[in-house]
Nanobody
Framework: QVHLVESGGGLAQSGGSLRLSCAAS????????MGWFRQAPGKEREFVAAIPGSGGRQYYADSVKGRFTISRDNAKNTVYLEMNSLKDVDTAVYYCAGSRYSDHSDWRRRSAYDYWGRGTQVTVSS
C-alpha cells in the first residue's frame, strides 16, 4: 500500500508560481504512473498532469499546458508539480494520484489511478 502526502500549496498572486510536492511512502513507487488532479468548489475533479513510471513523455490538460510541469524523483519517492503564470481559475484543491501500472492508455481518467493523497489547497488571488 502506498501512502501519498501532498505539500506546497498556499496562497499565490496571479502570475506567480508555486511548487507542489507529493511524497510517497509504504513502498517504492518508481514503476508507478503518477498524476495530479484538481477540484474547484462546486466542480468535478479534473485531470491536470501525468507522468508514466518510465518518466518519459508527460501529459497535460490543455488549460495548464505551457504553464505547469510535472516531474518525479524516484530516489526521493516524490512527484512534483511546478506551477507558473498562475491564474484565478487555478484555485482548487490539488490531489496527487498513483497507478500500479507504469503506462496507461488514458492518464486523464480517474479510473487509471489506484491510490490518492488527501490534497493541498491552492488559492490564486488577483
Amino acid at each position: 500500500q502506498v501512502h501519498l502526502v501532498e505539500s506546497g500549496g498556499g496562497l499565490a498572486q496571479s502570475g506567480g508560481s508555486l511548487r507542489l510536492s507529493c511524497a510517497a511512502s509504504g513502498r517504492t513507487f518508481s514503476g508507478d504512473g503518477m498524476g495530479w488532479f484538481r477540484q474547484a468548489p462546486g466542480k468535478e475533479r479534473e485531470f491536470v498532469a501525468a507522468i508514466p513510471g518510465s518518466g518519459g513523455r508527460q501529459y497535460y490538460a490543455d488549460s495548464v499546458k505551457g504553464r505547469f510541469t510535472i516531474s518525479r524523483d524516484n530516489a526521493k519517492n516524490t512527484v512534483y508539480l511546478e506551477m507558473n503564470s498562475l491564474k484565478d481559475v487555478d484555485t482548487a484543491v490539488y490531489y496527487c494520484a498513483g497507478s500500479r501500472y507504469s503506462d496507461h492508455s488514458d492518464w486523464r481518467r480517474r479510473s487509471a489511478y489506484d491510490y490518492w493523497g488527501r490534497g493541498t489547497q491552492v488559492t490564486v488571488s488577483s
